[in-house]
């Protein structure tokens, strides 16, 4: 469980420590730089704690107005979209940065009657929030999967602001391995630092345990709580980088145990637990994705009961018309109602002379029949389009892994387009998940 962050002035105490009991009294945790230490709090620590906040309390105030240090907190709440709740504590005149940034949402004044308790309840309502879980998706190989779920998703993180985490559910790790180089990715699942533990204890959860990896024929049946975030995850966004939570479950061949499994009850357990850890989760991120293997699986099945939207990159032919097709299928037969995922598809990699012909023909409904669903209601109004930008690169030594990122590229040919298209389709994600 991640926390809410309260920023305050150096005047604020009184008002701070009001806030932090009506939290306490609600169960939710607080992070605040100490009473007094406006300007001398370590700023690498304060900037950590709000990128790993699920909101921001702020402290309006004749003295909070007025201090650098709150601005710069505000600001950094403000570029990583975390959401604000703010409350007035005297008739301090606001400065024109708190005018633009929060006017609109300063209703409460901590005296008004109720006033603690609304914010308590909308503080709750934001901390306990299950955030969205989309899956990367297509029964159909090469189409994209791991790049929509890279480069579109990075961008998501970097221009609408959240906490994102990324799972490679593909036994061929790719995605991992579009961050990291192979040594590094294997050196980490030799450590159980990796999905496997997603599914069985492992020695992240317990040092005794044997690791899950380490022996197909033997599946664990012991329960075991999720591993605190810092464990499991690799930050992709460095503390030399953008700044931001962009984090990673990285992948390994091994979950490939599970096409082997003795019973119907092992793989039973093996998925609950799956369940289990995705629904912690939730509460710690603002969107997880998952990229996932192109044939049906145990982890296809498993991606899709812990989703709520599965997003297909397609490529503009009618292989990937069958892949979609298989997979809308696998979506209706075999998830039951309570657990099915919304699907989406995303053109990518069309080049301008396909375009024309059957991605129009797509949106006109000419292949709705072909796919045995509404193919043309379920295509984003965006698409990716084929570019060298996006063609994967293995990571050089020294690189940082958000260097991969074509939202963190610098300049060059095309560049600037290909991260508006990535910024459109994010926000059209966004609307579609959130709405
Ligand atoms: N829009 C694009 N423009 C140019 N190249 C692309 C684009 N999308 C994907 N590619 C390239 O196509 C190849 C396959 O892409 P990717 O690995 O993302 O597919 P995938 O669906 O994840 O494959 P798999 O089924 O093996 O997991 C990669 O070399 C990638 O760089
Ligand atoms: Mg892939």
Redesign the pocket.
């Known amino acids: 469980m991640s926390h809410i962050f309260i920023t305050h002035g150096p005047r604020d105490v009184d008002a701070l420590l009001t806030v932090h009991e009506v939290m306490r009294q609600a169960s939710i945790q607080t992070w605040y730089a100490p009473p007094g230490s406006d300007g001398e709090a370590d700023p690498a620590q304060i900037n950590q704690a709000i990128d790993n906040a699920a909101g921001m309390v702020v402290l309006v105030s004749a003295s909070s107005t007025r201090s650098n240090a709150v601005q710069a907190q505000l600001q950094r709440a403000l570029d990583r979209g975390l959401t604000l709740f703010p409350i007035r504590v005297d008739n301090g005149r606001l400065s024109r940065f708190f005018k633009s940034a929060l006017a609109d949402k300063l209703t409460d004044a901590i005296s008004d009657e109720g006033a603690l308790e609304r914010l308590a309840t909308a503080c709750r309502e934001r901390y306990q929030r299950r955030c969205p879980v989309i899956a990367v998706m297509n029964l159909k190989?090469?189409?994209?999967?791991?790049?929509v779920s890279s480069q579109v998703f990075g961008a998501w993180q970097t221009s609408l602001g959240g906490r994102t985490l990324l799972i490679d559910l593909?036994p061929?790790y790719?995605l991992t391995q579009t961050f990291f180089d192979m040594d590094h990715a294997d050196a980490s699942a030799a450590r159980d630092k990796s999905v496997i533990s997603l599914f069985e204890r492992s020695r992240l959860h317990a040092p005794e345990a044997t690791s899950p990896a380490d022996n197909w024929s033997n599946f664990s049946t012991e329960p075991f709580a999720p591993a605190p975030t810092e464990t499991i995850t690799h930050n992709l966004l460095t503390p030399d980088g953008p700044g931001g939570r962009l984090d990673l479950i990285s992948g390994q061949f091994e979950i490939s145990k599970y096409a082997f499994a003795p019973s119907p009850q092992t793989l039973a357990l093996v998925g609950s637990n799956f369940r289990r850890m995705i629904d912690h989760y939730r509460s710690e991120y603002d969107l997880i994705i998952f990229d996932t293997n192109?044939n049906a699986t145990f982890l296809t099945r498993c991606a899709l009961e812990a989703s709520d939207h599965v997003l297909a990159p397609m490529h503009a032919d009618v292989y990937s018309l069958r892949g979609v097709r298989l997979l809308n299928q696998v979506i209706e037969e075999q998830v039951s109602a309570d657990m099915r995922p919304a699907l989406s598809v995303l053109f990518?990699?069309v080049g301008r002379s396909e375009q024309s012909n059957f991605e129009a023909d797509a949106r006109n409904g000419a292949f709705d029949e072909q796919a045995g669903f509404a193919l043309s209601k379920a295509l984003l109004s965006s698409a990716?389009?084929?570019?060298g930008h996006?063609?994967?690169r293995s990571p050089e030594e020294g690189d940082a892994p958000w260097q991969q990122l074509v939202i963190h590229r610098g300049r060059g040919g095309g560049l600037k387009s290909i991260r508006q298209t990535l910024n459109t389709i994010a926000l059209e994600l966004k609307k579609l998940v959130e709405g």
């Open positions: 190989g090469g189409i994209g999967k791991t790049t593909d061929q790719n192109p990518n990699a990716l389009p084929k570019s996006l063609v994967v």
